[in-house]
């Protein structure tokens, strides 16, 4: 087998895991499965697009790629822009349709097939708005250089390894170190006690939108940057993001990050032994076999 399998598991379980991230945040505190949480990846990084492109047009100087980068100052700005957005059209999602189910103590299953319902109206937007034809943040060439082993790495997944690594860390400070993130983790194992003990749960409700949906943008970017972006790209990524965060463990970051480089791992490592048709497969095979082994996966509690 290549070992080149390796890079491409891990540029791909990186970009997993920060999905997953968002997924088990949001089913801890709010208690139900998101649906629409792939479609703030398409979101975040389409608006990434819009914005850098923006960027670069009023500033032509922005354009010029950074150092060994195929792009220049233009997205990283817009980066941080777009991370805003997405959190505040996640806010704004919660606002219209999920704070309005949770007012009037919705069945789970409403929750869910709202969110299901949810996320087909946000993809048919983006598609309305872009179109289905794929779009690239920078098509520049990029020579993949030799780490040993008989593996190759270009500037921009180095640069999408290190960045998934700094993020992980932040998202463990926020949770154990700031106020913020003992609430959440307050919120997450009673609701109703932590509203008793003063905690603002509304507050945290909020909190976790903007977390949630600000990593599921730089994930999305990751894949815009690597990849390519399309209006299905978070559609595509869902069952993997999913499998991912049961395989963690529901409400364990660490699990969430570790369980997307396994399933990165396993799909990259499928489609060398048995083609890439079977790709999209290993995800679910991952999901039902956690589910009949492991229901609380690899850092959840036992129930």
């Given at each position: 087998?290549n ?17 997953a ?23 975040g ?12 047009f ?7 790629p950074?150092?060994?980068f ?7 700005l ?17 606002a ?28 048919s ?48 400070l ?55 972006i ?23 970051v660490?699990?969430?990050?570790l369980?997307?480089l396994?399933?990165?791992?396993s ?19 991952i ?10 996966g ?6």
């Open positions: 087998m070992p080149q399998f390796l890079v491409d598991g891990l540029i791909a379980g990186s970009m997993i895991g920060l999905g991230i968002g997924i088990t945040l949001t089913y801890s505190i709010l208690r139900f499965a998101n649906f629409a949480h792939g479609e703030f990846l398409s979101w990084a389409y608006l990434a697009l819009a914005l850098s492109g923006a960027l670069g009023l500033f032509s100087a922005l354009k010029t950074v150092g060994p195929s792009f220049g100052w233009s997205l990283p817009a980066g941080i822009l777009a991370i805003l957005l997405t959190g505040m059209l996640a806010l704004l999602l919660d219209i349709l999920f704070g309005r189910l949770r007012a009037q103590r919705g069945a789970v299953i409403i929750m869910v097939m709202a969110s299901f319902g949810a996320s087909l109206a946000l993809r937007m983006l598609e309305f708005i872009f179109t289905s034809k794929p779009a690239y943040y920078t098509k520049a060439l990029q020579i993949a250089v030799n780490i040993g082993g008989g593996l190759r790495v270009t500037p921009d997944q180095m640069l999408a390894l290190a960045l998934t690594t700094v993020v992980v860390l932040a998202i463990h926020l949770l154990t170190r700031t106020g913020i993130g003992r609430s959440m983790r307050a919120v997450s194992e009673n609701p109703a006690l932590a509203g008793v003990v003063g905690i603002d749960v509304r507050m945290v409700i909020r909190a976790v939108w903007i977390v949630g949906a600000g990593l599921a943008c730089i994930a999305g970017m990751m894949a815009g940057l690597l990849v390519q399309r209006p299905y790209l978070g559609h595509d990524l869902l069952l993997p993001l999913f499998a991912a965060a049961i395989l963690g463990g529901i409400g364990s660490p699990g969430a990050m369980a997307g396994i399933v990165g791992l799909e990259a490592a499928a489609v060398q032994l048995i083609g890439a048709e079977w790709r999209a497969a290993i995800s679910f095979v999901l039902v076999a956690v589910l009949l082994i492991r229901p609380r690899l850092f959840g509690r036992q129930a």
